[in-house]
């Protein structure tokens, strides 16, 4: 069983930056792939970035912006956004899955529950 817990949401303006982290408890990383998703209200949940293994995937909307990195020996996983735009406004979710990343697609195993991001303008 893996556990995930989000912190680092918040409220901030246009332009500004957010560091997400996610702590795995129970995770101990092989081939884990690990991501995060976003749900803006209204909208269908959306990937915004995952890695396995050191390889990063990121949605053309955030790329350039975001940054997604892990910490293998605190088994945390960071999500750095800077040049934030109102449209970036979601909750955000991490997840992890014990497949390579290729295969898993949005279907992950195991979700936290989530931390709010608000860009106002």
């Known amino acids: 069983q893996v556990q995930l817990v989000e912190s680092g949401g918040g409220s901030v303006q246009a332009g500004g930056s957010l560091r997400l982290s996610c702590a795995a408890f129970g995770y101990y990383y092989s081939t884990y792939c690990m991501g995060w998703f976003r749900q803006a209200p209204g909208k269908e949940r959306e990937g915004v970035a995952s890695?396995?293994?050191?390889?990063?995937s990121y949605a053309d909307s955030v790329k350039g912006r975001f940054t997604i990195s892990q910490d293998n020996a605190k088994n945390t996983l960071y999500l750095q956004m800077n040049s934030l735009k109102p449209e970036d406004t979601a909750m955000y979710y991490c997840?992890?899955?014990?497949?390579?990343?290729?295969?898993?697609?949005?279907?992950?195993?195991?979700w936290g529950q989530g931390t709010q991001v608000t860009v106002s303008s």
């Open positions: 997840a992890a899955d014990w497949r390579r990343c290729v295969v898993v697609g949005h279907d992950y195993k195991w």
């Open positions: 890695i396995d293994n050191g390889s990063t």
